[in-house]
């Protein structure tokens, strides 16, 4: 299983060898890292490629190691975590017998250090991944056998040395290089005075009646406490009233009863990890607020923790993110511990540091991650092989990562503003195959909390002019956002995919599995405004069915008495009982799932039909909007 789950890793737009490379690999090995000149204008829509660096100008970059058993680590991470392999599954290393077997050796860092300084290069002291580097452009070049343009990406514009030609290091050090890190332009640089943006968020959080797209005031006639409580009688627009929408978000008990947790499903004994860019001032004081008001036993000393880089962020009081997730996992794993870990950016280096603090100490079971790279074809090949590399590493620790598997359906419509290519794509990390990729639905629950159905995420909005009668657009209307799905082109079909999902092109597909990411039926998140006064506000995206997934799979940690681990291939041997079979349209084609809102226009109401990806659809079986489905009470045991 290891082997195909690992097999197919293609580089992207970075560089390999061939023809191209022939020259340079006769001389040296070639190594994962930079990114072809010729595929970055298409890859990166803002950047633009420059001239050829000044042989002066200063360059930093890391030399990320291969470790002692690169082969070893990829066959032990498919044996643990497979429940087929009874003679290994489950026996994970600790993170120092991991580090032991598989990090590198001091021969290898010597031999890397030794090469570099050789090179008229200055490395620094090694991490327990990479080596980082300086030195200047014209020696960088040399050494890596490669030409560094300047590349312009972001705005305002970052200069991203790019290395746009192949890389090769001396045979004597090859077996010790992983990649050549750095060298490439990402997804979310900017030159904004050394400051980075927020990781893209999977959605933003639903804003709270009367602040968002198509809502105006909302009177206690147009909000239902309940799914279907209220009703327009005025508005048919399928034949049938329509329930005006969710006054508030799902209580944290309603969610657990949902996906069929009891009150001895707490997580208890676990950790779980959220890896973010940046934090908010006081996510303690937000989380105890949160819980007070529903009601949940206190956080227990010690049971909520900060992890921060050096130097620490900023705090962001404007970003919701950070607790969304964390309010997430605590309410379907109450008595788990809850490790936050800052990171100073939200470049795939950044990203990649928080990952590895996390794996390095192990400070968690699950990892919960609402943030992208990029799409696949904006990976250097450097960025996959290092961050495959690292999630093997936390498999044979029994360590699971859940990525949300993004809000723009096929993203062949872009996504979120962002500069990123209008065709249809998945996300990376999501689309890893040593990842669980999590896709939303739209979770409907009656007036006791009981499930009731659940639609693939992504809604189409209109707006309902109630004096002429007439709607602005056909029905459903204009498509908004939904859950991130598809087929990779970078990675071959993992086994535990085998037999389950479509035929076609044989490569990995996501999600995996799915949870409630609407905002119209989202978890309730609270916080403490400036003046120190409790508000709240609906969850959204797939970054709220992420979390809520890796709550889910610390209760699923508890019941069993053994980490998940890399969970996929437990999640795909699950029998069919396991998981609500979403679909578009639950009850029937002709009978959609839709609610109202007041419009910001007088005279008019909008209309939100659930079931409408972004060119894709939630069909029986498995489908590119859900995966496998949403858990039932199955799923647990």
């Not at 968002?212 to 206690?220: A, M, P, Q, R, Y």
């Not at 799914?227 to 929408?245: A, I, S």
């Not at 908010?280 to 049971?303: E, F, T, V």
């Not at 962020?313 to 993110?321: F, L, Q, R, Y």
Request: charged share 15%.
């Amino acid at each position: 299983m290891a082997a195909s789950m690992a097999a197919g890793c293609a580089l992207g737009g970075g560089l390999a060898a061939g023809p191209s490379a022939a020259a340079a690999a006769s001389e040296g090995h070639p190594v994962p890292g930079g990114f072809a000149e010729q595929k970055i204008p298409d890859a990166f829509p803002t950047a633009k490629v420059g001239a050829e660096l000044p042989d002066d100008q200063a360059v930093s970059l890391r030399v990320y190691l291969a470790g002692r058993d690169p082969k070893g680590l990829a066959t032990l991470a498919g044996q643990v975590s497979d429940p087929k392999d009874a003679a290994h599954h489950g026996k994970y290393l600790s993170a120092t017998e991991a580090a032991n077997r598989f990090g590198p050796s001091d021969q290898q860092v010597k031999a890397v250090t030794d090469w570099l300084k050789n090179a008229g290069l200055t490395p620094k002291t090694a991490t327990a991944h990479y080596v980082p580097v300086t030195g200047p452009a014209q020696k960088v070049e040399q050494a890596l056998g490669t030409t560094l343009k300047d590349v312009t990406i972001g705005d305002p514009a970052a200069h991203v040395p790019t290395a746009v030609t192949p890389m090769t290091v001396p045979a004597e050090v090859s077996s010790s290089v992983l990649a050549i890190f750095g060298l490439a332009p990402s997804a979310w640089q900017t030159g904004a005075a050394g400051v980075h943006a927020s990781s893209p968020v999977r959605a933003p959080a639903s804003p709270a009646p009367g602040k968002g797209k198509g809502k105006g005031k909302v009177k206690d006639e147009q909000c239902s406490q309940w799914f279907g409580q209220k009703l327009n009688q005025d508005v048919k627009p399928y034949g049938k009233p329509v329930p005006w929408d969710l006054c508030q978000g799902y209580s944290p008990q309603q969610m657990r009863t949902a996906y069929g947790l009891s009150d001895k499903d707490t997580g208890k004994g676990t950790t779980v990890a959220v890896v973010f860019n940046g934090v908010r001032p006081d996510m303690a004081g937000d989380l105890n607020a949160w819980i007070k008001h529903h009601g949940m036993s206190p956080l227990k000393d010690g049971q909520y923790k900060e992890y921060l880089p050096t130097p620490a962020p900023k705090p962001d009081p404007d970003n919701g993110e950070h607790l969304m997730d964390v309010e997430s996992v605590h309410a379907m794993a109450p008595e788990a511990n809850l490790a936050y870990v800052a990171t100073s950016g939200n470049t795939p280096g950044e990203m990649f540091d928080g990952l590895a603090k996390v794996v390095d100490q192990h400070l968690a079971d699950v990892v919960s991650n609402s943030w992208w790279l990029g799409t696949e074809e904006q990976m250097s090949g450097d960025v996959t092989a290092t961050y495959q590399e690292l999630f093997q590493l936390g498999a044979v620790e029994g360590i699971g990562f859940t990525f949300g598997s993004g809000d723009a359906g096929d993203l062949s419509r872009g996504a979120m503003g962002e500069s990123i290519p209008q065709r249809r794509a998945v996300e990376y990390p999501a689309s890893d195959p040593w990842v669980t990729a999590v896709g939303g639905t739209s979770l409907v629950l009656d007036k006791n909390g009981t499930y009731q159905h659940e639609t693939g995420w992504g809604s189409a909005f209109d707006s309902y002019d109630t004096q002429t009668k007439k709607w602005e657009v056909p029905l459903p209307g204009n498509l908004g956002m939904g859950s991130g799905g598809g087929v990779s082109t970078l990675f071959s079909p993992p086994a535990y995919q085998h037999g389950t999902t479509p035929p076609g092109p044989a490569h990995r597909q996501i999600p995996d599995i799915a949870a409630d990411a609407d905002g119209h039926t989202g978890l309730a998140i609270g916080y403490l405004n400036p003046g120190g006064s409790y508000e709240e506000y609906r969850g959204a995206g797939t970054s709220q069915s992420a979390p809520l997934i890796a709550g889910l799979m610390a209760v699923h940690q508890q019941r069993h008495g053994t980490p998940l681990g890399f969970a996929n291939p437990t999640l795909y041997a699950k029998p069919h009982t396991a998981y609500h079979d979403v679909t578009d349209t639950p009850d029937g084609p002709d009978n959609p799932t839709a609610v109202l809102v007041p419009d910001s226009q007088p005279g008019s109401v909008g209309l939100f039909t659930f079931g409408h990806d972004l060119g894709l659809n939630a069909t029986p079986g498995y489908d590119h909007v859900t995966g496998l489905g949403s858990p039932t009470p199955t799923f647990l045991q």
